[in-house]
């Protein structure tokens, strides 16, 4: 697996930590269970209507992101490693239409509890991207804080309803 050379270095990984006001448990069934996945996870005005996580190691992941034109965009993924409720490790695809992968990005999330918060550092990593998969990942940053904001709003929604 290889980055095209042409994908410059700031867009191969992304590191973001944010603090949750929430219990470690709760964030990890936010990332595991696809009813709350559904809701949080795609950028600002996307939403997600597809989920299918078999969340074990080695596990499939299916998802379809629609953006607000309508436009789906599905793609897949397998679960690398899940160390409940401390980390998480994914993989996540695109593939063309004729069959090659467009881009793969490894996702680790850890979740550090602090006094009955959540601490959590997320990764991205790009191990696999051909030139053309510039604009996607040029949006990652931008992407993944839009779906941690959605999920910070899920999270308070769901500890005030109590669920």
């Known amino acids: 697996m290889t980055v095209a050379a042409s994908i410059p270095d ?8 944010r603090e949750f006001d929430a219990p ?3 964030m990890w069934k936010m990332w595991t269970d696809p009813a709350h996945v559904g809701v ?11 989920v299918r996580m078999d969340v074990r190691p080695g596990g499939t992941i299916h998802m379809v ?10 793609f897949d993924g397998r679960f690398i490693e899940l160390d409940e409720p401390r980390r998480l490790v994914m993989r996540t695809w695109i ?20 006094q009955g918060r959540t601490l959590l550092r997320f990764q991205a990593v790009v191990v696999e991207a051909r030139e053309d998969a510039i604009g996607p990942l040029s949006g990652m940053e931008a992407g993944w804080t839009g779906s941690l904001d959605k999920l910070a709003a899920h999270v308070r929604a769901v500890t005030v309803s109590g669920g």
């Open 95 to 114: 593939k063309l239409a004729d069959g090659p992968t467009w881009f793969e990005v490894e996702h680790t999330a850890r979740f550090e509890e602090i």
């Open 10 to 17: 700031h867009l191969t990984r992304l590191d973001i930590v």
């Open 40 to 50: 949080w996870f795609g950028p600002e005005h996307f939403t997600t209507p597809v």
């Open 24 to 26: 470690r448990a709760l």
């Open 65 to 74: 992101m629609r953006a607000p034109d309508g436009t789906d965009h599905p």
